[in-house]
T-cell receptor, first 114, second 110 residues
């Protein structure tokens, strides 16, 4: 089945630790995105990538880092510089040329800072 | 700055009681308006894309419509399984980013 997988589903982090969230897709999509979702707020864009080895900052990139070494994978690292990392993190992907413009989402990772 | 406002924030319906959710937007150069459904603790599920004023799309009990300033998601004779948060988003020039509203939480009681 084609889709987007995120792991782990739940993640607990101690203050001062870096953690990496995994996102993999087998939809052959070119573009991938990371969003953060907090209660009462809309999804906010952290980083996005349109092509391998290239990515751009979104609206709230501070304290986060990403890499795009493979088309299928777009991991997100939450660094100790992110002051309020507790949130629900969503990865999405979108096809580019000739495909619809909608983004498809993974199941999410809930990160809690202890 | 692109903005999306959804109303109401929450809506409670009885099974079979039809209603509409609203999504108002301001965007410089609309490149699509998107509706998603999100269940608690899960990722959003894509429902519809609308591109131009007057366009309508339907799926089961849901019908989405678009004008130059807003979109409506009409729910006809809802069932309890339609309970979820419905998200609206707009794509601007280049489609690189979607701007999301805060959603409408729908609860349908039997």
């Amino acid at each position: 089945d084609g889709g987007i997988t995120q792991s782990p589903k739940y993640l607990f982090r101690k203050e001062g630790q870096n953690v990496t969230l995994s996102c993999e897709q087998n939809l052959n999509h070119d573009a991938m995105y990371w969003y953060r979702q907090d209660p009462g707020q809309g999804l906010r864009l952290i980083y996005y990538s349109q092509i391998v080895n290239d990515f751009q900052k979104g609206d709230i990139a501070e304290g986060y880092s990403v890499s795009r070494e493979k088309k299928e994978s777009f991991p997100l690292t939450v660094t100790s510089a992110q002051k309020n990392p507790t949130a629900f993190y969503l990865c999405a992907s979108r096809g580019l040329a000739g495909d619809g413009n909608e983004q498809f989402f993974g199941p999410g990772t809930r990160l809690t800072v202890l | 700055e692109d903005q999306v406002t959804q109303s109401p924030e929450a809506l409670r319906l009885q099974e079979g009681e039809s209603s509409s959710l609203n999504c108002s937007y301001t965007v410089s150069g609309l490149r699509g308006l998107f509706w998603y459904r999100q269940d608690p603790g899960k990722g959003p599920e894509f429902l519809f894309t609308l591109y131009s004023a007057g366009e309508e799309k339907e799926k089961e009990r849901l019908k989405a419509t678009l004008t130059k300033k807003e979109s409506f998601l009409h729910i006809t004779a809802p069932k309890p399984e339609d309970s979820a948060t419905y998200l609206c988003a707009v794509g601007g020039t280049g489609f690189q980013k979607l701007v999301f509203g805060t959603g409408t939480r729908l609860l349908v009681s039997p």
